[in-house]
């Protein structure tokens, strides 16, 4: 398994170019299945799950080619209507196949994701949605199977504004015979995003972005021809390592209006921001001043920035209390910050971090994808060297992480194990 070694205390300096948004592309590649053709999605990051993506589309028959942040696929012929349990059980977000492939061929058979190390993630809400859709659903030797002659639109509420979810009504929606109305929808911009693919394929879709979308269904779709949007969450990321590090650095490619919660909570620590075309300079010149952050749904602070920004917290002039409302169990990175010499207590849904002057390199692990950014951060500040083992959760979310971080001037390495 690689490794980073990080030697901590360098300033970041200059530019980066931030990548397409993973939670995006992952859907609108997804979106593919709903029609026959050749598609061309455009700013498509060089990932692990989008190479797992691939391979789930590849499995269903469809040719795909990702090339340069180009992805083409041709999705003429299926073969099958499976997502198995080996590609599943690596990205949860495979689930977002089911409803596309409902619309579509009107069977599916989708492993069960299952838990993951930030919680239990059932996804109920999906299969509600496309049975009250008029899909039979049906679990069986940990497999999700549906079949339904054609989908119906319907109004559909949603307990919590799951953004998989949402996503999978949309798919399911487009090709459903009349209007389907999804209540407490969830309002990232990456389901704007799914959207708004799917309205460049013909979908008529009212109200992406807000509380509740309207799609009517259309008999058929034409193929994709879409960029899509910049990650902000690797865009907070960059932004996070700058203010440990005391760093100046530009972000180019960035969509600042999806950072507002995340850059106004910056910006409270003594991070300053200037707007600079399609991007934002990011300047920091002392020690974070301590803030509280809570975990909410968009437009509120993700609870995917929550790691990141409990390591600057770390080393912050006075107490921040941070409290995760979305995943239950999404403080796996506190015991790891706390090999840095972190102050951190969890009670609950609750961490308390008491700032210290400065944290210390250490040998840790990364759990899951963002608790990983969370040690790379932490380790650009630390004095010393980092060992950050199981490298393989930071390849799943971040693009060519140490070249960026290089070409800003850290001092980071790989070992490929
Ligand atoms: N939930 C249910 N039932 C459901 C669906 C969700 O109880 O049927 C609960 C979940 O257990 C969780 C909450 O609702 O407690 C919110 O989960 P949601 O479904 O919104 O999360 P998700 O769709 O599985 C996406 C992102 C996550 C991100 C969350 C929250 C993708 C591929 N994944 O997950 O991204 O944390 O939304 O914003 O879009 C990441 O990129 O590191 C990542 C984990």
Do not use: W
């Not at 910049?230 to 760093?247: K, L, N, Q, S």
């Amino acid at each position: 398994m690689d490794k980073l070694i990080i030697k901590g205390g360098k300033k970041l300096e200059g530019t980066v170019k931030i990548s397409g948004a993973k939670n995006a592309a992952l859907p609108i590649l997804a979106a593919t299945i709903l029609c026959p053709g050749k598609h061309l999605i455009r700013n498509v990051p060089d990932l692990r799950d989008v190479n797992t993506m691939k391979s789930l589309l590849q499995n269903l028959g469809s040719g795909v080619d990702v090339r340069d942040s180009v992805a083409v696929v041709e999705s003429d012929g299926f073969k099958k209507h499976e997502a198995p349990y080996e590609l599943v059980k690596t990205m949860r977000a495979s689930v977002v196949i089911l409803g596309p492939l409902l619309a579509r061929l009107g069977k599916a058979r989708v492993s069960l994701p299952g838990g993951c190390a930030i919680g239990a993630r059932p996804i109920n809400l999906h299969l509600m949605a496309l049975e009250k859709m008029g899909a039979e659903i049906s679990l069986d030797s940990g497999y999700v199977l549906g079949r339904v002659g054609r989908l119906k639109g319907t109004d559909i509420y949603l307990d919590i504004p799951t953004v998989t979810g949402t996503e999978n009504i949309l798919m399911a929606a487009v090709l459903a015979k009349g209007i389907t109305r999804i209540d407490n929808a969830a309002m990232e911009p990456e389901v704007v995003d799914l959207a708004n693919a799917l309205i460049s394929m013909g979908a008529d879709i009212r109200g992406a972005g807000e509380r509740v979308i309207e799609i009517k269904g259309v008999d058929e779709l034409r193929p994709l021809d879409y960029t899509v949007i910049p990650d902000r969450i690797e865009a907070g990321t960059f932004m996070t390592a700058a203010a440990v590090t005391r760093g100046n650095i530009l972000l180019e490619n960035c969509r600042v209006d999806h950072l507002d919660a995340i850059m106004k909570k910056l910006e409270e620590t003594g991070v300053q921001f200037e707007h600079a075309g399609n991007g934002v300079a990011v300047k920091m010149s002392s020690r974070p001043e301590s803030r509280d952050i809570k975990t909410m749904h968009y437009p509120g602070f993700p609870t995917d920035m929550q790691a990141q920004f409990m390591a600057l917290m770390s080393i912050a002039g006075g107490t921040s209390s941070i409290i995760e409302t979305i995943f239950e169990n999404r403080y796996m990175h506190v015991a790891e910050l706390r090999r840095f010499g972190a102050d951190i207590r969890v009670e609950g849904h609750t961490a308390t971090v008491r700032g210290v002057g400065s944290l210390k390199g250490a040998p840790v692990m990364a759990t899951d994808l963002r608790a990983s950014a969370s040690l790379v951060v932490a380790a650009l500040c630390a004095e010393g060297e980092s060992v950050i083992d199981r490298v393989y959760h930071i390849d799943r979310g971040y693009e060519g992480i140490e070249k960026k971080l290089t070409g800003l001037g850290a001092d980071i390495m790989r070992i490929k194990g």
